[in-house]
């Protein structure tokens, strides 16, 4: 179906709903869409796009519906709304607590689902006045769709944050914590920050690192535009969980070596992840803490074989961990458990997390926070690292590296740099 067609039914769709032919909320099969597309056309000032591994399951949110103030009411309103589909970015950030965690959810008012070969869409009015959105409020009145390569505008400023001097002396601090036994490992971050003279538009910036990155990546792809001048854009291979009904999974991923330029040096460098005294401790940590949270929450807990997952640029120690939920939970309660993994944060857990704000000076936002959503009958959440956040003029772009026992500050600040690599080829038009 061309893009002029597929508005006149959108159109048509709201027609109905407001002649009171079709009722809310409304459920509209469409055909097979690619949501990328849709994307692609739509203007509004909140959008949400989350698009599982290998794009088994994509959805697009545009508008809001309404916000929900604790877990109870949220899962009142799932039970109730079976084909919900509930997303969750909005006030989420990496460092938030517990008792934070059910204002970060958000019923979208135009939701589009992608599973299976077919498209759904699902409106939901906005909860004051049960009224909805007309679809000119949310896509351009032009078709825009170009087969030219999308351009970013050179930036005009660039900084790192922190220098690689204090980087040097933010693992060494750590080390010394590690070495005194106060910590086991500490995940820390840096920034490449890049300032423009115009604004770069949030939209075309994420379908853009869309068609370098998620073809060739096992990843997932994450856009959240809070408004036209914010956005959060991220390129994760981490899965924090996924639930089908009581069915839950889960990845241990942890642990980074280079891609080799040739095929031998390929093998070697995973020779080294898998050999590595220091990388297989990295990995243990995440994968014994996992299973710690596990235990008392889960029945069947079955641990898959190591496997290397090989992206463009780096590759890393990965284990498939399956479990089934006991009956009295469900995917908010493993938010609360799960995030964040040492993967992201460290051990001791709350320890970590006081070192990395104090140490890194600043909130990380929405960076290896949480991203996904949440349905009566299944959900999903990845780990946004790998990840850029658009803010007006500025684009900053994340990196992060786990410092434990023999950890080297400048292989960390390289592969920091790697993991950059994707966001950094489309900055520089590469």
């Not at 061309?2 to 048509?12: D, Q, T, V």
């Not at 929900?68 to 899962?75: G, W």
């Not at 999308?150 to 601090?173: A, G, H, L, S």
């Not at 960076?367 to 959440?381: M, T």
Request: charged residues 25%; glycine residues 4%.
């Amino acid at each position: 179906m061309s893009w002029e067609n597929l508005y006149e039914k959108f159109k048509r769709i709201y027609l109905e709903i407001q002649n009171k032919k079709k009722d809310l909320p409304a459920i509209i099969n469409l055909q097979d869409i690619n949501l990328i597309e849709i994307l692609e056309q739509s203007y509004c000032e909140k959008i949400f796009y989350f698009q599982s591994k290998n794009n088994s399951f994509s959805l697009l949110s545009l508008g809001f519906s309404r916000k929900f103030d604790s877990f109870s009411e949220i899962k009142m309103f799932i039970n109730k709304n079976k084909n919900a589909y509930i997303n969750a970015p909005t006030k989420f950030e990496f460092s938030n607590s517990t008792e934070d965690l059910s204002e970060m959810f958000y019923l979208g008012e135009w939701t589009f689902i992608q599973r299976n070969n077919s498209t759904t869409l699902i409106i939901y009015p906005e909860a004051k006045d049960q009224k909805i959105s007309p679809p000119e409020l949310f896509f351009k009145k032009e078709v825009t769709f170009s087969n030219d390569p999308f351009i970013i505008p050179p930036w005009v400023n660039y900084e790192e944050r922190p220098t690689q001097d204090i980087w040097i002396e933010m693992i060494k601090e750590i080390k010394n914590d590690i070495k005194n036994e106060t910590l086991e490992k500490v995940v820390i971050s840096r920034k490449k920050i890049f300032e423009y003279s115009v604004p770069v538009e949030p939209s075309e910036l994420f379908i853009n690192l869309h068609k370098k990155n998620f073809t060739q990546n096992h990843c997932y792809a994450l856009f959240y535009q809070q408004n036209l001048k914010n956005a959060f854009i991220s390129f994760t291979p981490e899965k924090l969980f996924s639930t089908i009904d009581k069915v839950f999974e889960s990845v241990s991923l942890a642990a980074s070596a280079p891609r080799g330029k040739t095929e031998q040096e390929d093998i070697e460098f995973e020779h080294l992840l898998n050999h590595s005294h220091k990388l297989i401790k990295e990995h243990e940590y995440v994968t014994n803490e996992i299973l710690g949270n596990l235990k008392p929450i889960m029945e069947n807990i079955f641990i898959g074989e190591l496997k290397t997952m090989k992206l463009p640029y780096i590759q890393h120690r990965v284990i498939e961990i399956k479990a089934t939920m006991n009956e009295n939970i469900g995917p908010l309660d493993l938010l609360s458990y799960l995030h964040p993994t040492p993967a992201v944060g460290g051990l001791p857990k709350q320890k970590a997390i006081e070192k990395i704000l104090l140490i890194e000076g600043e909130p990380r936002g929405h960076y290896a926070a949480p991203f996904g959503y949440i349905n009566q009958h299944n959900s999903e959440f990845a780990v946004a690292i790998r990840s850029a956040h658009l803010l007006n003029n500025s684009l900053t772009v994340f990196g992060g590296a786990g410092i434990v026992e023999g950890s080297d500050a400048i292989e960390e600040w390289n592969e920091t740099g790697i993991k950059m690599n994707p966001f950094i080829s489309v900055v520089n038009n590469v």
